[in-house]
T-cell receptor, first 115, second 117 residues
Framework: DAGVIQSPRHEVTEMGQEVTLRCKPI?????LFWYRQTMMRGLELLIY????????DSGMPEDRFSAKMPNASFSTLKIQPSEPRDSAVYFC?????????????FGSGTQLSVL | AQTVTQSQPEMSVQEAETVTLSCTYD???????LFWYKQPPSRQMILVIR??????QNATENRFSVNFQKAAKSFSLKISDSQLGDTAMYFC??????????????FGEGTQLTVNP
């Protein structure tokens, strides 16, 4: 398996534009997580899905952020409209289960810069 | 809510020497898991080591070992025979034992480790 695949690796956009980040989890993994990493706040969980259903979205900063998982092999994180403070590295991760100490497999992240 | 604290933003060590990274956490749970993840400059998050709270024996993975003190809520990582490739940001992380719909991973702030030749 190729691991968790995220695209794009880098994204530069202007304030006000819509940004869509994409993630393909490892096949067979039932859980998918979106994390955001910044210098100020470290790694924050934004939302996670179980079997394509959002379980906890309490980490989503505001209504400008939305995440979907239309099927087991694809998820998107959308920011509309984007703002400079959204600049960060966004990670997607997947796992077979969660809560039993299993390993999370992370993608390589998307470096987002909002100008 | 659980919190994870890494009080050392940066550390450095000479190649081949031993270094210990500190981590403390706060929880009211009795069953949980603790992790150390490594993030090298490539940005990839890599699991280094994992500890179950119900196990008294400290986890070991080759040159990496932990000192788990449950009563003190302390979980330090020891890296022996440090190598240049160990240069990375290290994150301590906490996972509560399974809930109805799974459980999240909570990360500390990270410690940037530099191994000097």
């Amino acid at each position: 398996d190729a691991g968790v695949i995220q695209s794009p690796r880098h994204e530069v956009t202007e304030m006000g534009q819509e940004v869509t980040l994409r993630c393909k989890p490892i096949s067979g993994h039932d859980y998918l997580f979106w994390y955001r990493q910044t210098m100020m706040r470290g790694l924050e969980l934004l939302i996670y899905f179980n079997n394509n259903v959002p379980i906890d979205d309490s980490g989503m900063p505001e209504d400008r952020f939305s995440a979907k998982m239309p099927n087991a092999s694809f998820s998107t994180l959308k920011i509309q409209p984007s703002e400079p403070r959204d600049s960060a590295v966004y990670f997607c991760a997947s796992s077979l289960e969660t809560g039993f100490g299993e390993k999370l497999f992370f993608g390589s992240g998307t470096q987002l810069s909002v100008l | 809510a659980q919190t994870v604290t890494q009080s050392q933003p940066e550390m450095s060590v000479q190649e081949a020497e031993t270094v210990t990274l500190s981590c403390t956490y706060d929880t009211s749970e009795n069953n949980y898991y603790l992790f150390w993840y490594k993030q090298p400059p490539s940005r990839q998050m890599i699991l280094v080591i994992r500890q179950e709270a119900y196990k008294q024996q400290n986890a070991t993975e080759n040159r990496f070992s932990v000192n788990f003190q449950k009563a003190a809520k302390s979980f330090s990582l020891k890296i022996s025979d440090s190598q240049l490739g160990d240069t990375a940001m290290y994150f301590c992380a906490f996972m509560k034992y399974w809930e109805t719909s799974g459980s999240r991973l909570t990360f500390g702030e990270g410690t940037q480790l530099t191994v000097n030749p």
